[in-house]
């Protein structure tokens, strides 16, 4: 059973600051998005990697692929307080890219 | 354009009653996807269908939860008898022919079973 692991877990932090928050497998997936979901709606799209060792920037938001494609990482900027929520990383399964795999979420507080 | 739209927002419902979740997709998308997601299991995927099609079931918990998408524009979940075990918040997503792996939520359903 393919299984992607979300660290930290809970992340409170002060605005300003920085943080980095990972998505871990020892699957290889053929694409994998984080996700971003605020309290009483549903998870939105804010990026999808694809290339192994690939980077996107999204503002403030910096995601990496890993090189082997088994894993992510998402770094904020000088987090501010509309950064609060649930951050979710999905992997498309290379045989099947029609089910997504989900990681349990680091929840992010960012107080003012 | 309207999202995926969800209803009810909020139901809290007896151990044993019936309760019926219902989606309407966004316009022209052809894969629509139930999830549910609780604190413990985080996200899991129940079922999805393909052009009004179910495709993969195997999410589903057990006999007691069915869903239907008789048109491309309506789907439903039932709980038939719900269990205190079943509370969670479901989510119905829907993806687009030429959205690559992109999937658009609901707002999602709270289901309460007491």
């Known amino acids: 059973t393919q299984l992607l692991e979300q660290s930290p877990q809970f992340l409170s932090i002060q605005e300003g600051e920085n943080l980095t928050v990972y998505c871990n497998s020892s699957?290889?997936?053929?694409?994998l998005q984080w996700y971003r979901q605020e309290p009483g709606e549903g998870p939105v799209l804010l990026v999808t990697?694809?290339?192994g060792g690939e980077v996107k920037k999204l503002k403030r938001l910096t995601f990496q692929f890993g090189d082997a494609r088994k894993d992510s990482s998402l770094h904020i900027t000088a987090a501010q307080p509309g950064d609060t929520g649930l951050y979710l990383c999905?992997?498309?399964?290379?045989?099947?890219?029609?089910?997504?795999?989900w990681g349990l979420g680091t929840s992010l507080a960012v107080n003012p | 354009d309207a999202g995926v739209i969800q209803s009810p927002r909020h139901e809290v419902t007896e151990m044993g009653q019936e309760v019926t979740l219902r989606c309407k997709p966004i316009?022209?998308?052809?894969?629509l996807f139930w999830y549910r997601q609780t604190m413990m299991r985080g996200l899991e995927l129940l079922i999805y269908?393909?052009?009004?099609?179910?495709?993969?079931d195997s999410g589903m918990p057990e006999d007691r939860f069915s869903a239907k998408m008789p048109n491309a524009s309506f789907s439903t979940l039932k709980i038939q008898p719900s269990e205190p075990r079943d509370s969670a918040v479901y989510f119905c997503?829907?993806?687009?022919?030429?959205?690559?792996?992109?999937?658009?939520f609901g707002e999602g359903s709270w289901l309460t079973v007491v």
């Open positions: 997503a829907s993806r687009g022919p030429y959205s690559g792996n992109t999937i658009y």
């Open positions: 316009s022209g998308h052809d894969y």
């Open positions: 269908f393909n052009n009004n099609v179910p495709i993969d």
């Open positions: 699957s290889v997936f053929s694409s």
């Open positions: 990697v694809v290339t």
């Open positions: 999905a992997g498309a399964d290379a045989g099947n890219n029609r089910k997504l795999i």
